[in-house]
């Protein structure tokens, strides 16, 4: 890993850096027509709202990738985790060990807030992101499926 890599957390003047990188992981996984968060949503639910944190990974002082991420909660072991929700890094700064680091970021945040897990979702098909976490000690976890109601369902439900 490079030792110029540092990370710092996101601020509500960047909120339009971390739409930009929404939109960097959206085009890498195909899913770019789904994205409809804008500058002013991010504000209110980030930073107004405190719904989620942003944390970036600086090259040199440059922006070159982010991790989104907000607590979660583990009946089971009684306290928060962390579930992180977006980890990109731009294609040409791959390779570095900047994934990793970033990750081992977040494992130190979740360490020092006493979180007793770091979880995430990964599409099937990302066998490079996939062999990555597997490579890191990550475990799948094969006895869940996701289930989510949104749009038209989730407000007919909620009536």
Request: hydrophobic share 40%; proline share 2%.
């Amino acid at each position: 890993m490079e030792t110029n890599l540092q990370f710092r957390y996101a601020t509500e003047g960047d909120t339009e850096k971390i739409l930009y990188f929404i939109k960097e992981l959206a085009a890498y996984e195909k899913m770019s027509e789904e994205v409809v968060a804008t500058e002013e949503l991010l504000g209110e639910w980030i930073f107004e709202k405190k719904k989620a944190e942003v944390i970036f990974a600086l090259e040199n002082g440059k922006e070159i990738g982010f991790a989104l991420f907000f607590h979660n909660f583990s009946t089971f072991l009684g306290r928060a985790g962390i579930y992180l929700e977006d980890l990109f890094i731009l294609p040409e700064y791959r390779g570095k060990g900047y994934g990793k680091a970033t990750l081992k970021q977040l494992a130190k945040i979740a360490v020092e807030r006493g979180c007793g897990r770091l979880e995430w979702w990964c599409l099937n098909w990302n066998k490079p992101s996939i062999d990555f976490y597997l490579s890191l000690g990550a475990e799948p976890m094969e006895d869940w499926t996701v289930y989510r109601i949104t749009g038209d369902t989730l407000k007919d439900m909620g009536e």
